[in-house]
Structures are given as C-alpha cells and as structure tokens.
C-alpha cells in the first residue's frame, strides 16, 4: 500500500465514525498498518487541520475543514460531465440510445442523450425535456425508488399514451415492487410505440437514487432475440456508476 494508500484509508476509517469518533487502536485494528505509521498519519492530520483529536475522550474525528472541501466539491459538482463518459462507454457498447435523467418534482427530467440515427424511429426523448413517470423505464425507476412521489402519481388519473401504457394504480404498483426486486425497469412500447427502454437507478454517496440511466432500442430486437444482453449491460454500468460516487 502506497503512502496515499495510507493517508486515505486513515482519513476514510474516521470519517466512518464521525458520531463518536475512534480510538488510535480502533483506528490501527481497522487499517491493518503499522502503529508507528498510523501514529505518524494522525499527527500529521491533526496538525494540518483535517482531523481533529478530543484529548477528553482520545478520540479522533474530520475536522470542518474536510467539510469544507467537501462542499465545495458538491457547489461545483457537474452531474452531466460525471455520468457522460460511462453513458458514451455504454452507447459503444450496446450500439443504441443511451439517456440519463433526474427527478424534478413529479416529473422526469432528460440530462444527457447518445443517440443512434439508423433506427429510423423518432425517440421521445431529448435533452432538457421533461417525461411522465409512470409510461416510462427512467420514470418507473423513480417511482419505485421514491415511494412519497409514486403515491401522488397514483392518486391521479394516468395517461395512455400507447395501448401498452400501465394506468391501473394497482397494476403500475405491482410493477414498482418489481422494478426494486430487479433493480431495473423496462418500458414496452409504453410511451412510443415500436419503442423499448430499460432503465436502472443510480445511487449517490447517502444511498438515495440521485439519476437514472437508460437503453433505448426498436421493439424488433425484443421480439427476435430478447433483451438480456442489454439488462445485463444497464445494470452492470448502473453499478460502476453508482460506485463512482462512494
């Protein structure tokens, strides 16, 4: 383990316990290094004002001034530039559309598109247009994954946009438990017909659903040959993604 190595395998260890902090042997005990080295760590931390050391209770803890270059991180933090590399890596992949949007109130959100021109079908989508949750893959997604906004769009009369479109409440419930037993949704032809999206959610630092990503390709490829090759790839980057932000 390189000198980094170290340095942040300590900083990550404490920060771990920032309630109650830790102890230097709690702190030895959990890295595995040396003592002479973790000592040496701490006191360098300590000193420079990222760790912050109770002589009350022995404890250590992040000081605010990792706060503060945390929070300067999220002021600035670009989630179009961060997820747009691994949207391109997925579209190279798979060979077809690939999206990733957001949750704005009770509506989705579209932030990137890659899309493929030879399909020869008009997609719905399009950056910076907003979508229905309950007829879409990345709508089903937040809907599953945020239970408050699911039973306000279940209180309402939904819209079929296509004969496919779920708007049963009952029925689109059943499909949420689905999508967070699967940890992916797909829409048939539920929002453009000739059209399937499957789409996953990606997790943030807390554990929360902070966007969600998708594949979109012509309904022919379900019918010849199903679509596995793509849940597993969806799912597969919905997963790097989310370990991006850990």
């Known amino acids: 383990m390189s000198s980094l190595e170290k340095l942040f395998a300590i900083i990550e260890t404490v920060v771990s316990e920032q309630k109650l902090g830790l102890p230097f042997t709690a702190i030895v005990n ?9 000592h040496r760590t701490l006191k360098g931390l300590t000193e420079l004002g990222y760790l912050h050391f109770n ?12 706060t503060a270059l945390g929070a300067e ?3 600035n933090f670009n989630l179009r530039n961060h997820l747009h590399p691994h ?3 997925m579209h190279d992949e798979t060979d077809h ?8 109130n009770d509506q989705g959100i579209f932030i990137d598109k890659i899309e493929v021109q030879h399909y020869g079908i008009r997609l719905f989508s399009a950056v910076g247009k907003s979508f229905p949750l309950h007829s879409t893959a990345l ?9 408050s906004v699911a039973e306000k769009i279940l209180r309402r009369k939904l819209t079929a946009y296509t004969d496919n479109t779920i708007i049963e409440a009952p029925v689109l419930r059943k499909e949420l438990a689905t999508i967070r037993k699967n940890g992916y949704a797909i829409d048939h032809e539920e929002i453009t017909r000739g059209v399937i999206c499957v789409a996953a959610p990606v997790f943030g630092m807390s554990g929360d659903v902070i966007c969600a990503i998708s594949i979109t390709f012509p309904s022919y490829i ?3 040959r199903g679509i596995n090759p793509e849940i597993a790839v969806l799912k597969r980057y919905s ?5 991006s932000f850990k």
């Open 55 to 66: 002589p009350e209770t022995k404890h250590y803890h992040g000081a605010l001034k990792l």
């Open 97 to 104: 559309t690939c999206n990733a949007a957001i949750l704005e």
């Open 239 to 243: 997963n790097d993604i989310s370990g």
């Open 87 to 89: 949207l391109q890596k």
């Open 30 to 38: 959990r890295t595995g290094l040396p003592k002479a080295s973790v």
């Open 73 to 75: 991180v999220i002021g």
């Open 139 to 147: 709508g089903k997604v937040f809907l599953a994954y945020h239970p």
């Open 222 to 224: 379900y019918n010849d």
